[in-house]
Every structure is written in structure tokens, then in C-alpha cells.
């Protein structure tokens, strides 16, 4: 084989890819559609598996696996999740009462006390019909799940031995540390590749892109601005789409855009203290890193859509909101630095207010490996949920949209600090009522069984693991048992929601002491956006007014997606190699595109000695989030909002911080943070939704329509 014909080869290769990328995502969805019928017909009273499962070409166990109610009499026995639970006995010296010598799931629970509930005030009478009871569709598995992935993932256990216990500790000579340096600012322009505007300072250029590849970019910014930019926010234009067509997924056109020949230039490797290099493929938000050949010079070509959604708005006007944002952090923080992601600044003044007296001044210690392992595999994000019919009206009467504002920022107030410790089951069961109910209420991470109450008619409660890679639903059939791990504010809500406790099994557990290492953080930045927010209403140039709205969008941003910073996933590296030097592609990275030049890869790194590594405050804070959706008290107002203070039947969606409903709710609205906003409302009846892709067009006429009435108003 001569080189043509290997290149020729290559390519029909990564045509058969994307057909296989292609064909995956269409059993996945064909596997989904099938899993959500045979949970239709187990709502039939006789339904029966035996007779399912050849019409669904699966085994008799596959469907009892999906819809647990279905077990035949003589498979109860043998299916321990479905089994009634067992409260653990007190340890004796002969039986060890902790179940650490069975596999997990046939680990011996301690039944959680159930709390006192709130007072019931806004949660309606439960008289919806039984055959029409909301049953959720789990989240749509990933396009790239093999078909073996097709049942709902097994999460991980801590092990039972020494091992397990070696997990909890933290990992050597790895702190999160009070800077000693002052970050330094980078030159910025501001680029609409649209109509070609380009904003340096106060000076306004009009420049000629060509196809907008990074190379014209880059020779044109640079020609109109000699002294040199070190940062481009692309305002407008997405130029990385422009070849969108001829790729299968927008990640592809992507990556195929940051490592399009860049003559002159060469992907960054870093520098001094900046450890951030190589490009970062994002399909919407990416992030191209260049450095000149012969010298030194930097640039980054990002895009501002990391900070805030821009509705129309010129280079101009954004360039106006960074200085305000810039202006309003450095009332808080003497030394603040605008960087280029709102993570990157959210950690970095996070770690100028690391105290520099007590307990903690010599920094937060980061956990061990395998407890930020299991944390990422079971601690998921947002609740992002789509009711659909049969399990909703085809037809709705109304759609009306809430969203809590700032969300995050409400539950930043306690975070889990110090050496964690292990709570087994025989440790909860030893304890009091009171012990047991002040570690539920304190700074916790469970491994749970629980149980759906026979009488449940709302929404579900807890997460569960779906198909897909950290892919999660919310069981809500009455009966169905199932094992997870959960937040302690999750927790708590399935034990003292408003209408009836559940039954919740604590198998394991990981317990910290309470603290406070984001609240100083939080705080100003509530109060940068209280006075931003306040900026944008009462300043009267139009221009300004929108300039201080959007920079109050980059706060919150800042403070969401440091959050979500701390969580620190396993990292991806993409990386270029020229084709002469083929054999040096790293063994384990996947060959993303090539051209005559180059190759491009990516492959996965795991975790790095992050310093600012601390899932377990992500965790809890996201926990907290996903309990506010469900039930959160208003205690100035002496009321509660939230989906389980709405009738059964009336919630459509959940998705992170915005809940949707039938019918508009009374919640107070104070401009707090956490506070449920009315951000859109169908007043008429409209088509169910049955796809992400309708609940987002109908949520845009939604806050269109609402946006008219208040207009008119």
C-alpha cells in the first residue's frame, strides 16, 4: 500500500466511524423508546413479564430489571432490590452488624428516622388516578452508548477492607493556597466576525476576515492592532461553525476549525504560571490557544458566550460590561483580575479569600484519589427532566415557566471541611435518633436504598443511574426500590417532604464537619451582583443599562461555573503531531482528523494534581440545588415553593435551576437569590413536548409572550 492509498484508506475508515456513531445513537433511541413502553403496559393491572418480554425481544429478567413490579412471584425472592428491606441487627462478637462481608446491594441497611415535615401549605390533596400517575422518562442516553450500555449503570461501592478506609485521607502534599502573587491582566479585544468590528480600548476597527479561519483572524487582528492582543472574545459570527455541514456532530467542525494550518503560529504549550495549553473542543464555547513561531507573543481566541448570552448586543457594549464587571469586583477584591473563563476568575478570587488566620490558613487540603474517583461517578449536577405523555396530558393547558434566580449562590453558605469519615450501616444504626438525624442534616454523601411509598403520586425524589454515561432519573412508581447515592439535602427532603416520608436505607456514607470555605467568596459576589442587577435597572443610557445587566450575567457565571470548576473532572487533551512523525501519536489517543500536515488526537488524562480540587463542595452545593426544586421555604413569607407544592400531574420539566409547570404558582418573589422567578408563560394550550428541542422552543415563545404582556402592562 502506497501512501495515497493509505490516506484514501484513512478516510473511508472515518466514514465507517461516523456511521457507527450514527447508527449507535439510533438504537439508543430505539432502546429508549422500547424501555418506555414496557413501562407503559406495567401500568396494566394484569400486565404481565412473561408476556413482555418476547414482544421486546428481552429476557425475563431484562424486564423485571426495568420495571421491578413485574417480578414473578417466584423471582421476589432472588431480586434484592426489590426484596423488603431489612433494618441491620446491633453487632454481636459472632455477626458482625456492619454487611461488610456482602456485595453492596445485599448489604444489611439502617432505616433513616423520618424528620418532621414542614408544614403543609401549598401541597394540594393527592387525587389523581392511579393509571395516571406521572411516570418520568429516564434522561436520553448518550449518542455514543454501546448497545450493552443499555441498562441503567451500577455505581460504585467504597470497598469493605483496609482499602476502603485508606480512601480517607487526603492527598499528600496537595493544598488550595492563598495566592502570593497579583494576577496579571491580558490584553483584550473584542471581535464580531459577522460584520467584522473589532473593539480595542475605546478605538473601533473594521477588518476583513476572508472564511473566517483562525489563521485570518489572527493576521487581521494583529495588522489592526500592531502592539499585539493577548485575548479575542469573539462576540458574534461562531466562525468554528461556519463548516458545520460537513461534519457529523458540531465538536467535529470544531476541533477541524482549531487545527485548520495556522501559518506563523503553533498551538500554545504554556507559560510562566498559565499551565493552560493546547486548544479546548467544546462544541459551542471553544477555546483556540496560539503562539508565534519566532517569539514569544500569546493569543487566545474565545468565546465570550462562556460569560453571558449575547442577544444582538455590539462589541462595544460587551467590552462596556467587562469594565463594569472588572470596576465592581475590585470593590471586593483589591487585586481582581478579569480572566478568561468564569471558572478560571471564580477560583482564582476564591483563593484570595483562603483566610490567612486559623484553622485553615495554611490552605484546604484536597482528598484522596479515590474519593474525588467516587464522588465524580455518583455526585451528578443539575436535574434535567422531560415529562411526556402518556405520563402528561397530550395537550396542556397552559405552560409557564420558573426559574430561581442566582440559584447556586443560596447554597453556599455550609461546605463540607476536614478529614472525612466513613459511616457504615451498623455505625448509623448504633446511634441515636438524634445522632443519626444531626449527620442527615450535616455536611454528608449516602449510599442508600430506597423505597418509592406505596401511595406516591408525585414527582420522584432521589437520582438514580440511568443508561449513558453519568446519565441520571428520578423513580417515582410506587413500590419501586432502588440503590444510589445521594446528598444530605436530598436526603432530608425524601424524609420530610411535604406530603409523605420515604423509606430510606443508609448503607454506607461519607461524613465531613460543617464549614464555611465558600461563604466569604459568595458573598461578595451576591453582593457584585446585587449592585450590578440595581446598575442595570436604574441606569438610564440604554447602552450602559445593558452593559451592567450583562455583566451582572458574568457574576453569576463566575460563581456557577467556579462550582462547577471544583469539581474537577477527568480531563481531555487534544493534541496535533505532523503526519512525519506518526509513530509518536500518544498509544492511548484517539485520532480525531488529519490532513497532509498534521494529525490531530485527543485522549483522556484522569485526574491531575489539581490543587483547588474539592468535588465534595460541588457536590453538596448541587445536592442543595436539586433539593430547592423540590421543596424550599420562604420564611419571611411563612410559605414553601417548589415542585412538591404543586398539584400531582401539573410539573413538565425540570432543567438545573428552572422548573415547568401547568399553572402559575403564588411563590414570593423578592429578587433574592434562590427566589423562583416567572421567566415565561403560554397562557393557551399547546402540544405537550416530547423533545428537549420542543420544550426549548416553547419555553422561548413562553418568555416572548410573558415579555409582551408585561410590555403592554
Not at 441497611?109 to 400517575?133: C, F, I, K, L
Not at 448503607?507 to 459568595?522: N, Q, R, Y
Not at 441606569?539 to 453569576?556: E, N, W
Request: glycine share 8%.
Amino acid at each position: 500500500m502506497d501512501a495515497q492509498s493509505y490516506t484514501a484508506a484513512l478516510a473511508d475508515l472515518r466514514g465507517v466511524r461516523d456511521e457507527i456513531k450514527k447508527a449507535r445513537a439510533a438504537l439508543a433511541r430505539l432502546e429508549a423508546q422500547r424501555d418506555k413502553q414496557i413501562g407503559l403496559l406495567a401500568t396494566y393491572d394484569k400486565a404481565k413479564a412473561e408476556r413482555i418480554a418476547p414482544s421486546a425481544g428481552l429476557s425475563l429478567a431484562e424486564v423485571v430489571a426495568l420495571v421491578p413490579a413485574l417480578a414473578p412471584a417466584g423471582l421476589a425472592a432472588d431480586a434484592p432490590e426489590t426484596a423488603p428491606a431489612v433494618e441491620a441487627a446491633p453487632a454481636t462478637p459472632d455477626q458482625p452488624g456492619d454487611g461488610t462481608n456482602l456485595p453492596a446491594t445485599q448489604a444489611l441497611g439502617a432505616v433513616a428516622p423520618a424528620m418532621s415535615a414542614p408544614v403543609q401549605e401549598a401541597a394540594p390533596a393527592q387525587t389523581t388516578p392511579a393509571d395516571a400517575r406521572p411516570r418520568h422518562a429516564p434522561a436520553q442516553p448518550s449518542a455514543a452508548v454501546p448497545a450493552e450500555q443499555g441498562m441503567p449503570r451500577t455505581l460504585p461501592s467504597i470497598p469493605d477492607d483496609a482499602a476502603g478506609q485508606g480512601w480517607f485521607t487526603h492527598t499528600a502534599n496537595l493544598l488550595s493556597q492563598r495566592p502570593n502573587f497579583t494576577q496579571q491582566a491580558r490584553t483584550t479585544v473584542f471581535l464580531d466576525t459577522d460584520t467584522g468590528v473589532l473593539v480595542h480600548r475605546n478605538q473601533t476597527h473594521r477588518l476583513s476576515l476572508g472564511a473566517g479561519t483562525a489563521a485570518e483572524i489572527l493576521t487581521a487582528v494583529f495588522h489592526a492592532v500592531p502592539e499585539g492582543a493577548e485575548r479575542i472574545y469573539i462576540t458574534a459570527g461562531d466562525p468554528w461553525h461556519r463548516d458545520a455541514a460537513r461534519y457529523p456532530y458540531l465538536r467535529d467542525a470544531v476541533a477541524a476549525w482549531l487545527n485548520a494550518p495556522t501559518p506563523g503560529w503553533r498551538t500554545d504549550t504554556g507559560r510562566g504560571r498559565d499551565r493552560m495549553a493546547g486548544h479546548f473542543v467544546h462544541a459551542r464555547n471553544p477555546v483556540g490557544r496560539y503562539q508565534r513561531d519566532n517569539g514569544d507573543q500569546h493569543v487566545e481566541i474565545r468565546s465570550v458566550g462562556e460569560w453571558f448570552d449575547v442577544d444582538g448586543d455590539d462589541p462595544a457594549t460587551v467590552r462596556d460590561a467587562f469594565v463594569l464587571l472588572w470596576q465592581a469586583l475590585r470593590r471586593h477584591w483589591s487585586d481582581a483580575v478579569v480572566m478568561g473563563s468564569p471558572s478560571q476568575t471564580g477560583r482564582d478570587l476564591w483563593t484570595r479569600t483562603i483566610p490567612q488566620r486559623g484553622q485553615y490558613a495554611e490552605g484546604y487540603p484536597v482528598l484522596s484519589e479515590e474519593l474525588r474517583g467516587l464522588l465524580h461517578a455518583t455526585a451528578g449536577q443539575g436535574r434535567t427532566e422531560l415529562i411526556t405523555p402518556p405520563d402528561v396530558p397530550d395537550q396542556l393547558p397552559q405552560l409557564v415557566e420558573y426559574d430561581r434566580t442566582f440559584a447556586y449562590a443560596k447554597h453556599t453558605w455550609k461546605s463540607p471541611v476536614g478529614t472525612p469519615r466513613r459511616v457504615t450501616a451498623a455505625t448509623f444504626a448504633a446511634w441515636s435518633q438524634k445522632e443519626q438525624m444531626r449527620a442527615l442534616y450535616g455536611c454528608g454523601h449516602w449510599q442508600v436504598r430506597v423505597t418509592v411509598p406505596d401511595t406516591w403520586q408525585h414527582v420522584g425524589l432521589l437520582p438514580a443511574p440511568a443508561p449513558g454515561d453519568r446519565a441520571w432519573h428520578y423513580p417515582n412508581t410506587p413500590g419501586t426500590t432502588f440503590t444510589t447515592w445521594a446528598g444530605g439535602p436530598e436526603i432530608h427532603t425524601a424524609l420530610a417532604n411535604p406530603i409523605t416520608p420515604w423509606k430510606v436505607e443508609i448503607l454506607d456514607g461519607i461524613l465531613w464537619e460543617d464549614g464555611k470555605p465558600l461563604d466569604d467568596w459568595a458573598k461578595r459576589l451576591k453582593e457584585t451582583w446585587t449592585n450590578l442587577t440595581a446598575q442595570a435597572h436604574f441606569q438610564g443610557a440604554s447602552q450602559q443599562s445593558r452593559a451592567a445587566h450583562l455583566a451582572s450575567r458574568a457574576v453569576r457565571a463566575i460563581l456557577l461555573y467556579g462550582i462547577g470548576s471544583f469539581a474537577q473532572r477527568p480531563r481531555m487533551v487534544t493534541g496535533t503531531t505532523p503526519r512525519t512523525l506518526e509513530r509518536d501519536v500518544p498509544p492511548d489517543a484517539e485520532i480525531i482528523g488529519f490532513d497532509d500536515e498534521q494529525i490531530t488526537w485527543q485522549k483522556p488524562t484522569g485526574f491531575s494534581r489539581d490543587p483547588n480540587a474539592h468535588p465534595e463542595w460541588a457536590a453538596a452545593i448541587w445536592s442543595g440545588a436539586r433539593a430547592a426544586l423540590l421543596t424550599q421555604r420562604h420564611r419571611d413569607d411563612n410559605t414553601h415553593a417548589g415542585a412538591l407544592h404543586t398539584p400531582p400531574g401539573s410539573v413538565i420539566a425540570f432543567r438545573t435551576d428552572a422548573l415547568y409547570l401547568t399553572q402559575p404558582e403564588p411563590w414570593p418573589y423578592h429578587h433574592q437569590p434562590g427566589d423562583y422567578l416567572l421567566k415565561g408563560h403560554l397562557a393557551s394550550p399547546v402540544t405537550a413536548p416530547t423533545t428537549e428541542e420542543e420544550l426549548l422552543t416553547l419555553r422561548d415563545a413562553g418568555r416572548a409572550a410573558l415579555a409582551q404582556t408585561a410590555g403592554e402592562a
